[in-house]
């Protein structure tokens, strides 16, 4: 049971940090200049003007939050299925493997949220400059 239990974990962890590694990617740089529609390429200090503007509107407190959330979720969730699982006597364990799991896909989804924040913000920039 315990192996099976470890597992399961290792493996939702692998299936979690896959997907949240595939969708992550760094906001455009001097190096990848792209035209607008407009047909116009942005300059070097738009780039960095509206890179600085999307890293400041997103901060590092939603991912701590989100992460708690899952924990504490994936707590409740995991005492449950400890308790059936083993009868009653297993509701600890489950508890802290299904916190551990949470707390990890809550800060995977924080994460992942911050970024699609700071996506957003960054090309609310480039759209205010013509881009």
Do not use: F, W
């Not at 595939?22 to 407009?38: C, K, Q």
């Not at 959330?69 to 508890?95: E, F, H, L, N």
């Not at 799991?101 to 699609?116: D, F, K, Q, T």
């Not at 996506?119 to 400059?129: F, G, K, V």
Request: with cysteine; proline share 4%; net charge neutral.
């Amino acid at each position: 049971m315990k192996t099976a239990t470890l597992g399961v974990v290792i493996l939702c962890s692998t299936v979690l940090l896959a997907c949240e590694t595939s969708r992550t990617s760094p906001p455009p740089t001097a190096s990848t200049p792209v035209a607008s529609s407009t047909g116009r390429v942005p300059t070097q200090a738009d780039i960095d003007s509206c890179n600085s503007y999307a890293q400041e509107q997103n901060r590092n407190t939603e991912v701590l939050k989100d992460a708690a959330i899952g924990g504490v979720g994936g707590a409740a969730i995991g005492a449950g299925g400890g308790a059936i699982a083993d009868g009653g006597s297993g509701a600890g364990k489950g508890a802290a493997i299904g916190g551990l799991v949470g707390a990890a896909a809550g800060s995977l989804y924080g994460l992942h949220e911050r970024n699609r924040g700071r996506e957003d913000a960054y090309r609310s920039c480039m759209a205010q400059r013509g881009y």
